[in-house]
Nanobody, 115 residues
Framework: EVQLVESGGDLVQAGGSLRLSCAAS????????IGWFRQAPGKEREGISC????????YYADSVKGRFTMSSDNAKNTMYLQMNSLKPEDTAVYYC????????WGQGTQVTVSS
């Protein structure tokens, strides 16, 4: 069974940092696009970062560019999202995602940024 499990969500003050982790089981990242999404209350799920399997390029949404950094450790089958300079508008449930032979989503982890 393929699973993605996030961790690292927390309550943090504006300007602070968090690192989210997403551990995969039953699959390896090597040949697949992987990414992070988030969903704030009352809003649609938003793609914020992804790593392209074709060339390893990392893409970011404008809303997080320069503040968030996505990385992956394929040996550990784990992806990360380092979030710096957090803002209250970053408050959301964060999901990792893998475009494997079928789409797989993690269960989500809550990030709350207080002003």
């Amino acid at each position: 069974e393929v699973q993605l499990v996030e961790s690292g969500g927390d309550l943090v003050q504006a300007g602070g940092s968090l690192r989210l982790s997403c551990a995969a089981s039953g699959v390896t990242f090597d040949d697949y696009n992987i990414g992070w999404f988030r969903q704030a209350p009352g809003k649609e799920r938003e793609g914020i970062s992804c790593i392209s399997s074709s060339d390893g390029t990392t893409y970011y949404a404008d809303s997080v560019k320069g503040r968030f950094t996505m990385s992956s450790d394929n040996a550990k089958n784990t992806m990360y999202l380092q979030m710096n300079s957090l803002k209250p508008e970053d408050t959301a449930v964060y999901y990792c995602y893998g475009a494997f032979s079928f789409d797989v989503w993690g269960q989500g982890t809550q990030v709350t940024v207080s002003s």
